[in-house]
């Protein structure tokens, strides 16, 4: 993949722009897709003058397939992420997750008929729902996804796999854990470090505590995705991208309370839905990860270390933030 034309959808949001930079030091040419959103274009400020920026909507967007003609690989990360919404707007998660995949893969199809572009594209563990099995390999089924945006997911990995197999893209899915690190917009840690802002002697917790999820750190998550991509064989592929272990909500608050230098925090939860923190929250997900490990690739930091890192590299992305 190296030296090759990319298009990074969603390049300026959290994880697309680490995306972006790694991509930048391997020497492609890059151009980063976003309307901004919830993207930002500080974001970009390591790779600028390195890449090309296109501030547009996959969901409107003409001229889609004339830009693809010269691309040679499309990460797709262009997605609402927010699982939470999916409650109360059940339209959001199809606009932007499924008809934007649509909208990327028909000028894809379009714009080289004989030979498309090939994609990676990031769905998530969201698309197992309460799996009957854990850790979850990539071939548990059935998937009965609880929440819009992992239905949303579910629909855009199913386009895909048609897509490769009637033209002819190779495709590669990516379904991450809770992925955690700097440049951070939503996530537990996040919202945590917000709450504890706004009140430093009390910290509600959503759901009973007892939920258990894995966590990964977004330079690792990166590195699974690009390894994967740029060694895969086959025409389509599933990994899950993860950790080996997992943590239980409960260790979170006091890992970023810590490292805020807070002391005598109250603690409280609110009990949520069924336990889970809201409603479409999967209470317990823990991934397997035997297939992308086969790959040669290998995590860095398991799910305690990745929090305690990526708690560190949020309050000072938000200090930087609010500071004159
Ligand atoms: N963060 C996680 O824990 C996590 C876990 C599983 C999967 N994912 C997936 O990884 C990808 C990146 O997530 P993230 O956490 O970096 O979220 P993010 O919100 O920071 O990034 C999404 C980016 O897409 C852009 N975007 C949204 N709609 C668009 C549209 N219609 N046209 C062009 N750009 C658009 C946004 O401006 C933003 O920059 C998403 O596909 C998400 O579903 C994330």
Redesign the pocket.
Known sequence: MNGKKVLV??????????LVDALVLRGNDVVV????????ME?LDPCMGRIDFL???????KKLADLLKDIDHVY???????VRIGADDTWTSV???II?TYNLLEAMRISRPDDPPSIS??????VYGNAAVLPTPEDYGPLMPISQ?GAS?LAAEALISAFSDNFGMKASV???????GS?????ILFDLYHKLKRDPTRLEILGDGLQRKS??H?SD?VDAVLHATETQRSMFEYYNIGTKDHAVINQIPLIIIEAMGLKDVEVYYTGGHKGAGWKGDVKFMSLAVNKILATGWEFRYDSIESLKKAAKEIISDQEASISP
């Open positions: 959808t969603g390049g300026a949001g959290f994880i697309g722009s680490h897709y976003d309307d901004l959103s919830s993207g930002r974001f501030k547009r909507d996959l969901v409107t967007d797709h990360l262009a997605a609402n992420p927010d606009e932007q997750n934007a594209f990031t769905s998530t563990s969201t945006y997911k990516f379904r991450f854990a809770n992925v955690v440049r951070s917009t939503h996530g966590y990964i977004v998550c």
